[in-house]
């Protein structure tokens, strides 16, 4: 399958039309952004290691019961899609403790929930991203409420799936973040990507963070990070 027209580029994919209609194909950049795009950088080789990384997780994901927009990885860091419409929700699931939540709450980094929490941020670079609930992204028209508990039943699925993984891969899945598209047909899939970018991955044993927050923070070794997490991974399965 050959890339025809650039239809979007993120900040850290671009996509591309096909001869398909129904199918985009995805490239992963090495560009690393935090912050809304204040902060940016190149993380060398993180392209690579996030398509292989999301195309592996969402295959697993398939099979678990959860339909993903993934088809077929092309190449290092090209991968066909179904084509989706995003919908503009960033769902954050949460195991423990981190980032936004120990911020905007009080909390100690670490804190372990007895349950996953999960909340929604309005995919909008102009606003922010800002913290949503339910019955906004309805006034909003975001989604319809049948949807909603769709993506929610999903990423909880996501959650019991890729803990269990990750745990047998010597790393804590601490939080991530999920966004859904719909196909043609009105049907939701996971889309975007599940990776280091998106995902805070700790080391069992030491704590240590093999995730994005290594460049959010300027905590160093970030490349070495991300090959360790996708090592853990593909030395598994
Ligand atoms: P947060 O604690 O900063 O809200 O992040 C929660 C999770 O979501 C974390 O695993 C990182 C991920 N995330 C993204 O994938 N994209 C984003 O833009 C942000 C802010 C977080």
Not at 30 to 50: E, H
Request: charged share 30%; glycine share 6%; hydrophobic share 35%.
């Amino acid at each position: 399958m050959e890339k025809k027209e650039q239809i979007y580029e993120g900040k850290a994919k671009k996509v591309f039309g096909t001869e398909n209609p129904e199918l985009f194909i995805v490239s992963y950049k090495d560009d690393a952004t935090a912050f809304n795009g204040i902060k940016k950088g190149t993380i060398v080789g993180k392209g690579v290691i996030n398509n292989r990384m999301s195309n592996l997780l969402m295959q697993h994901l398939e099979k678990a019961g959860v339909p993903t927009h993934y088809v077929e990885e092309l190449n290092d860091r090209e991968t066909v899609v179904k084509k989706v419409d995003i919908v503009p929700l960033e769902v954050i699931i949460r195991n423990i403790a981190a980032g936004s939540f120990s911020k905007n709450y009080g909390v100690e980094e670490g804190v372990v929930f007895e349950n996953p929490t999960i909340e929604f941020s309005y995919k909008n670079d102009d606003l922010g991203d800002p913290l949503i609930n339910d019955y906004h992204a309805i006034a909003l028209k975001l989604a319809t409420p049948e949807e909603i508990e769709t993506i929610k039943k999903y990423s909880f699925i996501v959650n019991d799936q890729m803990k269990a993984f990750w745990k047998e891969c010597g790393v804590t899945l601490v939080d991530f973040k999920l966004e859904f598209g719909k196909l043609s047909d009105g049907t939701i899939v996971l889309a975007d990507e599940i990776s280091p970018d998106t995902c805070r991955l700790w080391d069992s044993e030491t704590g240590e963070k093999l995730d994005k927050d290594r460049f959010r923070r300027d905590l160093g070794n970030v490349e070495d990070a991300y090959e360790e997490v996708m090592k853990r991974l593909t030395d598994h399965i």
